[in-house]
Protein backbone atom coordinates (compact mmCIF):
# COMPACT_ATOMS: atom_id res chain seq x y z
CA UNK A 1 0.00 0.00 0.00
CA UNK A 2 2.67 2.49 1.07
CA UNK A 3 3.43 4.60 -2.15
CA UNK A 4 6.77 6.31 -2.63
CA UNK A 5 6.69 10.13 -1.95
CA UNK A 6 8.53 12.43 -4.31
CA UNK A 7 10.50 14.83 -4.44
CA UNK A 8 10.12 18.81 -3.47
CA UNK A 9 9.30 20.71 -0.54
CA UNK A 10 6.76 18.10 1.42
CA UNK A 11 10.39 16.12 1.82
CA UNK A 12 12.05 18.60 3.39
CA UNK A 13 9.28 18.92 5.76
CA UNK A 14 9.08 15.47 6.04
CA UNK A 15 13.04 15.31 7.01
CA UNK A 16 12.85 17.53 9.51
CA UNK A 17 10.43 14.87 11.07
CA UNK A 18 12.79 12.12 11.29
CA UNK A 19 13.85 10.75 14.77
CA UNK A 20 11.14 12.60 16.12
CA UNK A 21 8.32 10.54 18.11
CA UNK A 22 4.86 9.78 16.67
CA UNK A 23 2.56 11.88 17.85
CA UNK A 24 -1.20 10.44 18.96
CA UNK A 25 -3.80 11.41 16.58
CA UNK A 26 -7.92 11.03 17.02
CA UNK A 27 -8.90 10.22 13.83
CA UNK A 28 -12.44 10.85 13.59
CA UNK A 29 -14.18 8.80 11.64
CA UNK A 30 -11.93 7.05 9.06
CA UNK A 31 -14.74 4.88 7.24
CA UNK A 32 -13.97 5.09 3.84
CA UNK A 33 -10.88 3.69 1.79
CA UNK A 34 -8.57 6.83 1.36
CA UNK A 35 -9.10 8.11 4.83
CA UNK A 36 -8.14 5.13 6.76
CA UNK A 37 -5.22 4.33 4.39
CA UNK A 38 -4.05 7.91 4.80
CA UNK A 39 -4.00 7.31 8.12
CA UNK A 40 -2.25 3.91 9.14
CA UNK A 41 0.22 5.12 5.76
CA UNK A 42 1.26 8.21 8.25
CA UNK A 43 1.74 5.35 11.07
CA UNK A 44 3.34 2.82 9.06
CA UNK A 45 6.37 6.19 7.93
CA UNK A 46 6.55 7.01 11.82
CA UNK A 47 4.17 10.80 11.92
CA UNK A 48 1.57 9.32 14.16
CA UNK A 49 -0.46 6.74 16.46
CA UNK A 50 -3.77 6.14 15.43
CA UNK A 51 -6.35 6.02 17.46
CA UNK A 52 -8.96 5.66 15.00
CA UNK A 53 -12.55 6.70 16.37
CA UNK A 54 -15.76 5.36 14.04
CA UNK A 55 -17.79 2.64 14.00
CA UNK A 56 -15.73 -0.39 14.81
CA UNK A 57 -17.07 -3.07 12.22
CA UNK A 58 -17.27 -0.67 9.79
CA UNK A 59 -13.55 0.19 9.64
CA UNK A 60 -12.36 -3.82 10.28
CA UNK A 61 -14.82 -4.12 7.57
CA UNK A 62 -13.16 -1.66 5.01
CA UNK A 63 -9.76 -2.66 6.25
CA UNK A 64 -10.50 -6.23 5.14
CA UNK A 65 -12.10 -5.21 1.53
CA UNK A 66 -9.03 -2.55 0.95
CA UNK A 67 -6.15 -4.33 1.65
CA UNK A 68 -5.17 -2.19 4.66
CA UNK A 69 -3.23 -3.64 7.48
CA UNK A 70 -4.35 -2.02 10.69
CA UNK A 71 -2.09 -4.16 12.86
CA UNK A 72 -2.67 -3.32 16.54
CA UNK A 73 -4.15 0.30 16.27
CA UNK A 74 -6.24 1.13 18.70
CA UNK A 75 -10.26 0.97 17.54
CA UNK A 76 -12.53 3.38 19.49
CA UNK A 77 -16.18 2.36 18.50
CA UNK A 78 -18.60 4.57 18.30
CA UNK A 79 -21.92 4.73 16.64
CA UNK A 80 -21.50 7.27 13.93
CA UNK A 81 -19.84 10.62 12.24
CA UNK A 82 -21.31 13.01 14.92
CA UNK A 83 -19.83 10.62 17.98
CA UNK A 84 -16.99 10.21 15.98
CA UNK A 85 -16.37 14.07 16.27
CA UNK A 86 -17.55 14.65 20.04
CA UNK A 87 -15.57 11.27 21.08
CA UNK A 88 -12.36 12.20 18.98
CA UNK A 89 -12.71 16.09 20.57
CA UNK A 90 -13.11 14.14 23.88
CA UNK A 91 -9.76 11.88 23.75
CA UNK A 92 -7.83 15.45 22.97
CA UNK A 93 -9.32 16.99 25.89
CA UNK A 94 -8.14 13.83 28.66
CA UNK A 95 -5.02 14.12 26.85
CA UNK A 96 -4.70 10.73 24.90
CA UNK A 97 -4.13 12.09 21.86
CA UNK A 98 -2.39 15.60 20.91
CA UNK A 99 -3.91 15.52 17.36
CA UNK A 100 -7.04 15.76 15.62
CA UNK A 101 -7.48 14.66 11.88
CA UNK A 102 -10.43 14.49 9.84
CA UNK A 103 -11.59 10.67 7.91
CA UNK A 104 -14.90 10.67 6.08
CA UNK A 105 -17.26 13.07 7.63
CA UNK A 106 -17.77 16.51 6.77
CA UNK A 107 -16.18 19.44 7.30
CA UNK A 108 -18.99 21.19 9.41
CA UNK A 109 -19.56 18.07 12.00
CA UNK A 110 -15.86 17.89 13.02
CA UNK A 111 -15.53 21.63 13.47
CA UNK A 112 -18.76 22.33 15.29
CA UNK A 113 -17.43 19.69 17.70
CA UNK A 114 -14.39 21.68 17.82
CA UNK A 115 -15.83 25.28 18.23
CA UNK A 116 -18.64 24.07 20.92
CA UNK A 117 -18.53 26.12 23.46
CA UNK A 118 -19.35 23.58 26.20
CA UNK A 119 -17.14 20.81 24.98
CA UNK A 120 -14.89 22.11 22.23
CA UNK A 121 -10.85 22.98 21.69
CA UNK A 122 -10.90 26.83 21.70
CA UNK A 123 -8.58 29.17 22.63
CA UNK A 124 -8.51 32.87 22.77
CA UNK A 125 -7.35 32.76 19.25
CA UNK A 126 -9.33 33.34 16.47
CA UNK A 127 -9.51 29.17 14.50
CA UNK A 128 -8.31 29.55 11.01
CA UNK A 129 -7.18 27.30 7.76
CA UNK A 130 -4.24 27.05 6.10
CA UNK A 131 -2.77 24.96 2.81
CA UNK A 132 0.20 24.24 3.07
CA UNK A 133 1.68 24.20 -0.64
CA UNK A 134 4.42 22.89 -2.92
CA UNK A 135 3.99 24.71 -6.38
CA UNK A 136 6.56 23.30 -8.20
CA UNK A 137 6.91 27.09 -10.10
CA UNK A 138 7.71 28.12 -6.23
CA UNK A 139 11.31 28.14 -4.67
CA UNK A 140 9.76 26.88 -1.12
CA UNK A 141 6.55 25.40 0.54
CA UNK A 142 4.14 28.28 0.46
CA UNK A 143 1.52 29.32 3.21
CA UNK A 144 -1.96 30.10 1.96
CA UNK A 145 -4.38 31.73 4.56
CA UNK A 146 -7.54 31.50 5.03
CA UNK A 147 -9.35 29.94 2.43
CA UNK A 148 -11.84 27.66 4.10
CA UNK A 149 -12.75 29.45 7.90
CA UNK A 150 -13.04 32.87 8.06
CA UNK A 151 -16.01 34.49 5.17
CA UNK A 152 -14.71 38.10 5.87
CA UNK A 153 -12.38 38.63 7.94
CA UNK A 154 -12.32 41.56 10.60
CA UNK A 155 -8.79 43.43 11.19
CA UNK A 156 -8.83 41.88 14.26
CA UNK A 157 -9.56 38.61 13.05
CA UNK A 158 -6.76 39.06 10.55
CA UNK A 159 -4.32 39.37 13.56
CA UNK A 160 -5.01 36.02 15.03
CA UNK A 161 -5.04 34.43 11.04
CA UNK A 162 -1.91 36.17 10.30
CA UNK A 163 -0.30 35.04 13.70
CA UNK A 164 -1.69 31.56 13.44
CA UNK A 165 0.26 30.90 10.06
CA UNK A 166 3.94 32.24 11.04
CA UNK A 167 3.73 30.28 14.72
CA UNK A 168 2.59 27.28 11.53
CA UNK A 169 6.04 28.65 9.64
CA UNK A 170 8.31 28.98 12.61
CA UNK A 171 7.35 25.24 13.88
CA UNK A 172 8.05 24.40 10.18
CA UNK A 173 12.03 25.67 9.91
CA UNK A 174 11.59 28.91 8.75
CA UNK A 175 13.16 31.47 10.93
CA UNK A 176 12.02 34.69 10.05
CA UNK A 177 8.63 33.93 8.19
CA UNK A 178 7.84 36.95 5.44
CA UNK A 179 4.13 37.26 4.80
CA UNK A 180 2.34 39.01 1.66
CA UNK A 181 -0.78 41.08 2.56
CA UNK A 182 -2.61 39.98 -0.80
CA UNK A 183 -4.56 43.07 -1.88
CA UNK A 184 -5.77 43.36 -5.93
CA UNK A 185 -3.66 46.86 -5.61
CA UNK A 186 0.11 47.71 -3.72
CA UNK A 187 -1.03 50.89 -3.00
CA UNK A 188 -3.64 52.35 0.10
CA UNK A 189 -6.73 53.31 -0.67
CA UNK A 190 -9.84 53.67 1.27
CA UNK A 191 -12.21 52.13 -2.01
CA UNK A 192 -10.49 49.28 -1.14
CA UNK A 193 -11.02 48.45 2.69
CA UNK A 194 -8.48 45.30 2.47
CA UNK A 195 -5.54 47.78 1.46
CA UNK A 196 -5.61 49.42 5.06
CA UNK A 197 -6.36 46.41 6.85
CA UNK A 198 -2.87 45.41 4.64
CA UNK A 199 -1.50 48.89 5.98
CA UNK A 200 -2.85 48.66 9.49
CA UNK A 201 -1.21 44.97 10.16
CA UNK A 202 2.21 45.89 9.08
CA UNK A 203 2.23 48.93 11.72
CA UNK A 204 1.02 46.16 13.75
CA UNK A 205 3.35 43.92 13.16
CA UNK A 206 5.63 47.03 14.16
CA UNK A 207 4.58 47.48 17.09
CA UNK A 208 4.42 44.02 18.44
CA UNK A 209 1.39 43.39 18.07
CA UNK A 210 1.88 40.54 15.95
CA UNK A 211 5.16 38.87 16.38
CA UNK A 212 8.27 36.84 14.53
CA UNK A 213 8.05 38.13 11.67
CA UNK A 214 8.30 40.88 8.37
CA UNK A 215 4.91 41.85 6.59
CA UNK A 216 4.48 43.61 3.79
CA UNK A 217 1.52 45.13 2.07
CA UNK A 218 -0.71 45.61 -0.02
CA UNK A 219 0.66 43.92 -2.48
CA UNK A 220 -0.67 42.24 -5.55
CA UNK A 221 -0.10 39.07 -6.07
CA UNK A 222 2.39 39.66 -9.02
CA UNK A 223 4.21 42.02 -6.72
CA UNK A 224 4.06 39.36 -3.91
CA UNK A 225 5.93 36.44 -5.96
CA UNK A 226 8.07 38.15 -8.34
CA UNK A 227 10.84 40.72 -7.29
CA UNK A 228 11.19 41.66 -10.69
CA UNK A 229 7.30 42.97 -10.99
CA UNK A 230 7.61 44.56 -7.72
CA UNK A 231 10.81 46.40 -8.45
CA UNK A 232 8.91 47.36 -11.75
CA UNK A 233 6.21 49.04 -9.93
CA UNK A 234 9.13 50.84 -7.55
CA UNK A 235 7.83 48.70 -4.75
CA UNK A 236 11.20 47.99 -2.13
CA UNK A 237 10.42 45.25 -0.13
CA UNK A 238 12.09 42.08 1.93
CA UNK A 239 9.00 40.40 1.16
CA UNK A 240 8.68 40.12 -2.66
CA UNK A 241 9.66 37.25 -4.72
CA UNK A 242 10.18 35.06 -1.35
CA UNK A 243 6.98 34.95 1.10
CA UNK A 244 6.68 32.34 3.31
CA UNK A 245 2.95 33.10 3.67
CA UNK A 246 0.17 34.70 2.04
CA UNK A 247 -2.48 36.43 3.88
CA UNK A 248 -5.76 36.65 1.67
CA UNK A 249 -8.30 39.41 1.77
CA UNK A 250 -10.84 37.27 2.65
CA UNK A 251 -11.86 33.63 1.90
CA UNK A 252 -13.06 33.34 -1.50
CA UNK A 253 -9.87 34.97 -2.75
CA UNK A 254 -7.67 32.71 -0.80
CA UNK A 255 -9.68 29.72 -1.71
CA UNK A 256 -9.85 30.61 -5.70
CA UNK A 257 -6.00 31.44 -5.10
CA UNK A 258 -4.95 27.69 -3.61
CA UNK A 259 -7.34 25.54 -5.86
CA UNK A 260 -5.63 27.92 -8.93
CA UNK A 261 -2.16 26.87 -7.95
CA UNK A 262 -3.43 22.89 -7.20
CA UNK A 263 -4.95 22.63 -10.59
CA UNK A 264 -3.71 25.06 -12.68
CA UNK A 265 0.00 24.55 -11.47
CA UNK A 266 -0.04 20.84 -10.03
CA UNK A 267 0.67 22.14 -6.97
CA UNK A 268 -0.26 19.49 -3.82
CA UNK A 269 -1.66 21.03 -0.49
CA UNK A 270 -1.92 20.40 2.96
CA UNK A 271 -5.04 21.73 4.81
CA UNK A 272 -4.78 22.35 8.17
CA UNK A 273 -6.72 24.19 11.09
CA UNK A 274 -4.67 26.28 13.57
CA UNK A 275 -5.71 28.46 16.57
CA UNK A 276 -7.46 25.21 18.65
CA UNK A 277 -6.09 23.50 21.57
CA UNK A 278 -4.45 21.21 19.03
CA UNK A 279 -3.51 21.19 15.44
CA UNK A 280 -6.33 19.78 12.89
CA UNK A 281 -5.53 17.72 10.05
CA UNK A 282 -8.40 18.47 7.32
CA UNK A 283 -7.71 16.10 4.18
CA UNK A 284 -10.13 15.56 1.35
CA UNK A 285 -11.00 12.99 -0.54
CA UNK A 286 -9.61 14.38 -3.54
CA UNK A 287 -6.06 14.63 -2.04
CA UNK A 288 -3.01 12.82 -2.79
CA UNK A 289 -1.32 10.19 -0.37
CA UNK A 290 1.90 12.54 -0.93
CA UNK A 291 -0.69 15.45 0.73
CA UNK A 292 -2.27 13.38 3.29
CA UNK A 293 1.17 12.10 4.46
CA UNK A 294 2.46 16.01 4.05
CA UNK A 295 -0.52 16.98 6.24
CA UNK A 296 0.48 14.08 8.99
CA UNK A 297 3.91 15.75 9.13
CA UNK A 298 3.05 19.38 9.37
CA UNK A 299 1.00 18.62 12.46
CA UNK A 300 3.82 16.09 13.56
CA UNK A 301 5.99 19.45 14.06
CA UNK A 302 3.23 21.81 14.69
CA UNK A 303 2.24 19.37 18.05
CA UNK A 304 6.33 19.14 18.97
CA UNK A 305 7.30 22.62 18.96
CA UNK A 306 3.93 22.87 21.08
CA UNK A 307 5.47 20.04 23.62
CA UNK A 308 8.70 22.06 23.65
CA UNK A 309 7.27 25.54 24.69
CA UNK A 310 7.16 25.84 28.39
Known amino acids: MSQQIGTGKYERVLARCQGLEP ?16 AVEAAQRGLIRPLLVGPAARIREIAASEGIDLGD ?47 GLRTARRISHVFVMDVPTYHKVLIVTDGAINIAPTLEDKVDICQNAIDLAISLGVEKPKVAIL ?12 TIDAAALCKMAERGQIKGAILDGPLAFDNAISKQAA ?25 ILAKQLSFLANADSAGMVLGARVPVILTSRADSVRSRIASCAVAMLVAHARRAKP
Open 23 to 38: IPTAVAHPCEATALSG
Open 73 to 119: LEIVDVPHSNASAAKAVELIKEGRAEILMKGSLHTDELMSAIVSREG
Open 183 to 194: CAVETVTSKMPA
Open 231 to 255: QTKGIKSEVAGDPDILLAPDLEAGN
